[in-house]
């Protein structure tokens, strides 16, 4: 009879047990000097919302927690530290319409966040936690601005800048999505004029774009960053104009050159007023004060893409000397460029649209087109001269280039869309920009033994929406004095994106309780860049690329050794319900404590990362948890027919391979987040164990609890203790499966037709008559054996030969 091991489960109770032993013992405190086989394994840190962790984050944090499980299981020294981003335009508008002050509000969310955190049971070294909102990691932040400022990628400018109305604050290019609002509250954004702070992001906009070919990351993280730094190659293009220096236009299609009509050239283009003719500069004037108005507002002009005016002049074509009328448009944008066009509105819909509408001519240049309409694709030209019957837009557009070169009113030139982040923000929840302005010495950076800037507690902390934070309501705060001169100055009233604060956080992390420096060159060395880094796409073009550049910018400067921050980058997937992204407005948010109160965290664990592959999206069924709850009860369960040590009977061969080959299986899965195919695993053995008769083998019990550790960390501690092993199942090495022994799963069976050999097949030892008599007649050489017909007999020996008679 089976030693009756305890097989109750009382979740909770274990749960709670092991949380308190790794506090107790520091199980999850990695040391970071002593370490010989480093393995960052980091997973972005949360925004601490009121509404505090949902089931989407427990799924991010799951999977990423289980990887790095099961690589401290292979011998790494794994680091998995967790801290908040806690400042932000979000806290300070949930702090407003909730009337409490941000301060208290973050600390309190910070406090649940950390208690949902440690209930979840990840090994997160809690000694080297922190949130962008205390004072000892914003002074950094700060440093690490003034360090942008001396070196060259940071400076202020006037500029029109893409402003918020309901958050009454700047926004960089990167927050304004595809249809021109607010990526945080939907507002449709308007642009202002002001003076901001600026980091200069295109410094490295080609070794941006460059090092992704060679990166480990997500593919489509990868093509969403290629998308947004947005490369175009094409052409510088002078048109000269009479008398005036020739206008220069950017363009990716050179080829069609030939078909440009008329010129175009953006309301708040430099030289819109100055190539006015006299007599339409009054109308010219009138339309460029609208369209600043539209602009502004957030609007476009009823008309759309055809509201536009002659300027009156006319430029001539640099190939055919035709003369080309000029005009001003709101379809053509300052930003894009170099703010103005050549037409082709054969060729282009938006030209097409503008021509119709101002009854200009369209001329075909590159044959294919078919329909109303503008062709933007491939052709051949026409109506292009010496260069007709070339292909467009190759080779014709390299031919026609060299043709502008050779006359000077050309050359091949590379354009961006990424443009440089602005940091400012007009609002209270946020590191103050540790700068003073000072009417006689400028604008002065604030020495660094000075920092931190603190945040002053300001009971109206509403924003202001007049280009001012809520920090110049505090006089005690804004009046200084220059660091320079010692006279009255104003300090900086802004605080900076709080992508600023995330763009440099993984560096902290090792150091994070170091006062002296923002991270230690040693440690840094050792520990960066990122080993392993897992979060949202819906960073891709945010945080991660920011990230980037912070880490190219300090390689430069001197400050660390590398020039990319996360060598390896996997995106999750999305948990949705009922088809649905989960969000506050659908009602289909689902925090995850009532879960793990019923359920316990190892079996919520094991259902998110079950619910499907964990890069693509999973759905969320409220009954679901109830199958991966059972499963574990089972595995408890099995704790019954355990033999005691000594007496157990040897352990049979096929459960052996059956052992084997859920190893195998495991441990190829879950290094690649195949969580979902690796606990299918587990469960097809475990099946196999309650299906064995007689007492279970210890060593079944024992491997079991190992290839759970990194997804049911509470219970594969359970298990391991009360199978009589020694403390921890996590500092036990990973299993290791028997290649031969899984070998023999195969055997090798002849096929014979009428008695005589005309095939063989490999196929897994122990199949039964049905399959193997299936297989034998799906193989091609058999097939044409029989030529279309059915055998009159099978003879089968199992693993040895089929005998088809006809």
Excluded at 255 to 272: I, K, W
Excluded at 397 to 416: D, F, M, N, P
Excluded at 773 to 780: D, K, T
Aim: proline share 7%; with cysteine; hydrophobic share 35%.
């Amino acid at each position: 009879m089976p030693h009756e091991l305890d097989s109750r489960y009382d979740h909770a109770a274990v749960e709670a047990k092991w949380q308190a032993r790794w506090e107790e013992t520091g199980l999850y405190r990695t040391d970071l000097e002593a370490a010989a086989r480093p393995y960052y394994n980091l997973m972005m840190f949360p925004y601490p919302s009121a509404e505090g962790l949902h089931v989407g984050n427990m799924y991010a944090f799951s999977g990423a927690d289980a990887h790095g499980r099961f690589r401290r299981m292979e011998g790494r020294d794994v680091f998995e530290p967790i801290g908040f981003d806690a400042f932000g335009i979000h806290s300070e508008n949930y702090a407003l319409k909730v009337g409490r002050h941000p301060t208290e509000l973050i600390a309190s969310n910070i406090k649940r966040f950390t208690r949902q955190l440690e209930r979840l049971g990840a090994q997160y070294d809690w000694s080297h936690s922190l949130a962008t909102t205390d004072p000892e990691y914003y002074r950094w932040t700060q440093w690490l601005f003034l360090t942008l400022w001396k070196g060259g990628f940071a400076y202020r400018a006037r500029r029109n800048v893409k402003w918020c109305p309901q958050d009454l604050t700047v926004l960089a290019d990167e927050q304004v999505l595809a249809d021109g609002t607010c990526e945080r509250c939907g507002a449709q954004v308007v642009e202002r004029e002001l003076e901001q702070w600026f980091l200069r992001i295109t410094a490295f906009t080609e070794k941006l774009l460059s090092d992704l070919d060679q990166m480990d990351w997500s593919e489509s993280t990868k093509a969403l960053q290629r998308h947004w730094i947005g490369r175009s190659q094409g052409a510088l293009i002078d048109f000269p104009i009479p008398g005036e220096e020739p206008l220069r236009v950017f363009s990716t299609r050179p080829d069609t050159v030939f078909g440009a009509t008329f010129m175009v050239l953006a309301p708040d283009h430099p030289r819109t007023l100055s190539l006015s003719s006299p007599e339409r500069r009054s109308e010219v004037a009138e339309f460029v004060a609208e369209a600043a108005r539209h602009r502004i507002a957030g609007q476009r002009d009823e008309e759309g893409s055809v509201s536009g005016v002659a300027l009156g002049r006319d430029a001539t074509h640099p190939l055919t000397g035709a003369r080309i009328p000029l005009y001003t448009a709101e379809y053509v944008l300052s930003g894009y460029g170099t703010g103005a066009i050549m037409a082709v509105p054969a060729h282009d819909q938006r030209d097409h649209d503008f021509a119709v509408h101002h009854r200009l001519p369209i001329v075909e240049v590159v044959s294919g087109g078919e329909g109303a309409g503008a062709h933007s694709g491939s052709g051949v030209l026409v109506n292009s001269g010496e260069f007709d019957g070339l292909g467009a837009p190759d080779p014709a557009r390299e031919l026609i280039t060299a043709a502008l070169v050779e006359q000077g009113l050309g050359q091949s030139h590379v354009t961006y869309k990424l443009r440089d982040w602005g940091i400012s923000r007009q609002r209270y929840w946020g590191p103050p920009i540790p700068a003073v302005h000072c009417p006689d010495c400028g604008v002065v950076p604030v020495p660094e033994e000075q920092l931190p800037v603190l945040l002053p507690y300001i009971e109206d902390f509403r924003p202001l929406g007049t280009g001012e934070s809520p920090l110049a309501r505090d006089p005690e705060f804004l009046n200084t004095s220059c660091p320079q001169c010692g006279g009255p100055a104003r300090r900086d009233t802004d605080v900076s994106d709080t992508f600023l604060d995330s763009s440099w956080y993984y560096l902290r992390y090792p150091s994070a309780r170091r006062q002296d420096l923002a991270f230690d060159p040693q440690l840094t060395r050792k520990w960066l860049p990122v080993t392993y880094y897992h979060g949202g796409n819906e960073h891709a073009v945010l945080h991660l690329l920011y990230s980037r550049f912070i880490c190219m910018a300090l390689q430069e400067l001197g400050y660390i050794d590398f020039d990319e921050p996360f060598r390896r980058f996997r995106a999750h997937g999305m948990i949705v319900m009922g088809g649905a992204k989960m969000s506050k407005s659908r009602g289909n948010v689902v925090v995850p404590d009532d879960y793990i109160d019923r359920f316990g965290a190892d079996a919520f664990r094991l259902y998110l990362l079950y619910l499907g592959p964990y890069q693509e999206s999973g759905n969320f069924i409220d009954t679901g948890i109830n199958g991966p709850y059972r499963f574990l009860t089972h595995v408890v369960r099995l704790l019954g027919r355990v033999a005691p040590e000594g007496e157990e009977p040897r352990e049979p061969v096929a459960l052996a391979r059956a052992r084997h080959r859920c190893i195998r299986q495991v441990t190829q899965d879950t290094p690649e987040l195949k969580f979902n195919t690796a606990i299918a695993a587990m469960m097809i053995f475990t099946n196999l164990l309650r299906e064995h008769d007689g007492p279970v083998p210890r060593v079944c019990l024992e491997t079991l609890a190992l290839l759970l550790a990194p997804y049911c960390p509470h219970l594969a501690e359970e298990l391991w203790e009360r199978l009589g092993r020694p403390y921890s199942v996590h500092q036990q090495p990973w299993p290791q499966f028997d290649p031969e022994l899984l070998a023999e799963q195969e055997v090798q069976v002849v096929v014979c037709v009428n008695g005589r050999k005309r095939d063989q097949m490999r196929v897994p030892a122990g199949a039964d008559e049905s399959e193997l008599r299936r297989r034998a007649l799906e193989l091609p050489r058999i097939q044409q054996w029989l030529d279309g017909g059915s055998p009159r007999r099978v003879v089968v020996v199992p693993d040895r030969q089929v005998n088809l008679v006809v």
